[in-house]
């Protein structure tokens, strides 16, 4: 398998624009999660997904920010409008749905809110 | 709720030298943890992981050790090299309900020749 493949990797975009960042997960796994990585507040888990039903989006910071999952090798995460505290690195990872198994990250993408 | 602590870095350190990053958790039952590392510009990897009390995971040098009396999993090698420099993050996984990671802030780890 080729490992959790988000995209883009990198995104430039303006303020009051519109983003969708793309994730396909490990085939076969039934977590998915995304999260944000800033310098400021580290690591956060924005919302997961078992089955492709949202189980927690406590983590979304705003309505602004909405996330799908259409099916068990597709999510996305959509920020609307996009602003430039935004700006942050966004990670998607996956993980099987048993006991004491670890969650397998993407690269990341890179998103710059101008 | 569940939540993991884990000390301030960055830890500076001259290659060779000992390393130990601590790690504490608080979480109900009995969790899974986890140690990743994050290289720049990359995902995060898992490094090693303990499934129950006193478990020891181990991992290219690195070893932490899963101690429910004091709730810790504290990362440590005997002998760091340049390139073990490094974000390490200590994570939780509950074994009860619906699997969340839950990570910690990151230490970040630079080694100097």
């Known amino acids: 398998d080729a490992g959790v493949i988000q995209s883009p990797r990198h995104e430039v975009t303006e303020m009051g624009q519109e983003v969708t960042l793309r994730c396909k997960p490990i085939s076969g796994h039934d977590y998915l999660f995304w999260y944000r990585q800033t310098m400021m507040r580290g690591l956060e888990l924005l919302i997961y997904?078992?089955?492709?039903?949202?189980?927690?989006d406590s983590g979304m910071p705003e309505d602004r920010f909405s996330a799908k999952m259409p099916n068990a090798s597709f999510s996305t995460l959509k920020i609307q409008p996009s602003e430039p505290r935004d700006s942050a690195v966004y990670f998607c990872?996956?993980?099987?749905?048993?006991?004491?198994?670890?969650?397998?990250f993407g690269q990341g993408t890179r998103l710059t809110v101008v | 709720g569940d939540s993991v602590t884990q000390m301030e870095g960055p830890v500076t350190l001259s290659e060779e030298a000992f390393l130990t990053i601590n790690c504490t958790y608080t979480a109900t039952g009995y969790p899974s943890l986890f140690w990743y590392v994050q290289y720049p510009g990359e995902g995060l990897q898992l490094l090693l992981k303990?499934?129950?009390?006193?478990d020891k995971g181990s991992n290219k040098g690195f070893e932490a050790t899963y101690r429910k009396e004091t709730t810790s999993f504290h990362l440590e090698k005997g002998s760091v090299q340049v390139s073990d420099s490094a974000v390490y993050f200590c994570a939780l996984s509950s074994n009860t309900g619906f699997q969340k990671l839950v990570f910690g802030t990151g230490t970040r780890l630079l080694v100097s020749p």
């Open positions: 303990a499934t129950k009390a006193d």
């Open positions: 990872a996956s993980s099987y749905a048993q006991l004491n198994t670890e969650a397998f």
């Open positions: 997904f078992n089955n492709n039903v949202p189980i927690d």
